[in-house]
T-cell receptor, first 117, second 113 residues
Framework: AQTVTQSQPEMSVQEAETVTLSCTYDTSESDYYLFWYKQPPSRQMILVIRQEAYKQQNATENRFSVNFQKAAKSFSLKISDSQLGDAAMYFCAYRSAMGGGADGLTFGKGTHLIIQP | DSGVTQTPKHLITATGQRVTLRCSPRSGDLSVYWYQQSLDQGLQFLIQYYNGEERAKGNILERFSAQQFPDLHSELNLSSLELGDSALYFC????????????FGQGTRLTVV
């Protein structure tokens, strides 16, 4: 079974600064997807960014980028120019690409990101 | 707004009771997933339906069941409720021909008293 580990229960960053959230995962599969989801106080789960394991290029979405290290099974999220609206719980998630897409997401425990004004 | 609709938003019920949570997926999405978020267990995948058929099972208790109807909406049935079933229950949907990300509804907050 796959596992996802987020070792930072809480992180704090000054507004406009850069912060990196860590995520490691364990799998024996070679083809899979990785995601970062954001859960603000409204509790809505919002997709931040996704990465296909077969792609070597790191995904980027505006101020959000990832550092995907497949051999190390590491998938960190970098948030540049942090904004107050970035304050939320961030979840790293894994999804197998095997089995015809029949599978759910495996989530880490989450990192609570605090933005200091 | 993700386009996934869950009702009700909040539900309070007593131990031993049965409840039904409802989910309408995004237009065109054939896959529906149910997740449970609790303080103890975090976010856990429960079950997936694809075009009316059960496709994958996660950590779903035998007291829980789900189904997907011809109009693609889904219901999660929770019976013989226990205090530990109190949690946020999410529904998510994903496009037909894609392994892409799932889009989540706003969740149903279930409180068992």
């Amino acid at each position: 079974a796959q596992t996802v580990t987020q070792s930072q229960p809480e992180m704090s960053v000054q507004e406009a600064e850069t912060v990196t959230l860590s995520c490691t995962y364990d799998t024996s599969e070679s083809d899979y997807y990785l995601f970062w989801y954001k859960q603000p106080p409204s509790r809505q789960m919002i997709l931040v960014i996704r990465q296909e394991a077969y792609k070597q290029q790191n995904a980027t979405e505006n101020r959000f980028s990832v550092n995907f290290q497949k051999a190390a099974k590491s998938f960190s999220l970098k948030i540049s120019d942090s904004q107050l609206g970035d304050a939320a719980m961030y979840f790293c998630a894994y999804r197998s690409a095997m089995g015809g897409g029949a599978d759910g997401l495996t989530f880490g425990k989450g990192t609570h990101l605090i933005i200091q004004p | 707004d993700s386009g996934v609709t869950q009702t009700p938003k909040h539900l309070i019920t007593a131990t031993g009771q049965r409840v039904t949570l409802r989910c309408s997926p995004r237009s065109g999405d054939l896959s529906v997933y149910w997740y449970q978020q609790s303080l103890d267990q975090g976010l856990q995948f429960l079950i997936q339906y694809y075009n009316g058929e059960e496709r994958a099972k996660g950590n779903i208790l035998e007291r829980f069941s789900a189904q997907q109807f011809p109009d693609l909406h889904s219901e999660l049935n929770l019976s013989s409720l226990e205090l530990g079933d109190s949690a946020l229950y999410f529904c998510a949907s994903s496009p037909r021909d894609s392994f892409s990300e799932a889009f989540f509804g706003q969740g149903t907050r279930l409180t068992v008293v």
